[in-house]
């Protein structure tokens, strides 16, 4: 998946593997100890918080670059419903991983699928309040930090969904 180290670090949030203390989150700077600490605070404030729609079910698109289809900068296109999520990563004229998992008010939290040798890996992206849309609807304002909004779907971006939707389907 080396087409997402283009992403800003501070951008992401990288889970641990699943031998480290239950798949804590790692916080570039922090020991285990506090990274574990951390992830037990993250999680008594997101299973304490009620469940709400992050993103309105329908397609989406966001980009590095608010501009489609710029060589080296990653894409993810992805499916809501009911803060469910389906979708790939991708850069313009190279190959996509396809992942499933969920919204919530904190972060876009995946299983990708590499491309190439088919293991799994959890991952998870901050999300946050798109500050450019017109206040008083929340509802699907909220974007994927350090990417843009891109409102059209290309012919492109619905095939590669397409793709995952089937092969995540199986």
Known sequence: ????KNISR???IKKCSLA???????FPGAGVAQSEAIADTLSSEQSSASPSVILADGNYLFGQSPNRDEIGTTYA???????QTIGAFYQPRSSF??????????????NIVNSYDQTVYPYEVAVSLDNAVVAGNATGNYALDGF?????LSDQDREIL??????LAE
Request: charged residues 10%; proline residues 0%; aromatic residues 4%.
């Open 162 to 167: 397409a793709t995952c939707q089937a092969d």
């Open 10 to 12: 501070t951008h992401l």
């Open 20 to 26: 480290l203390a239950a798949c804590g989150l790692i």
């Open 1 to 4: 998946m080396g087409h997402l």
């Open 97 to 110: 991983d396809c992942f499933s998992g969920q919204m919530s008010q904190n972060a876009l939290a995946v």
């Open 148 to 152: 843009y909004r891109i409102h059209e």
């Open 77 to 83: 296109v992805l499916s809501v419903k009911n803060n």
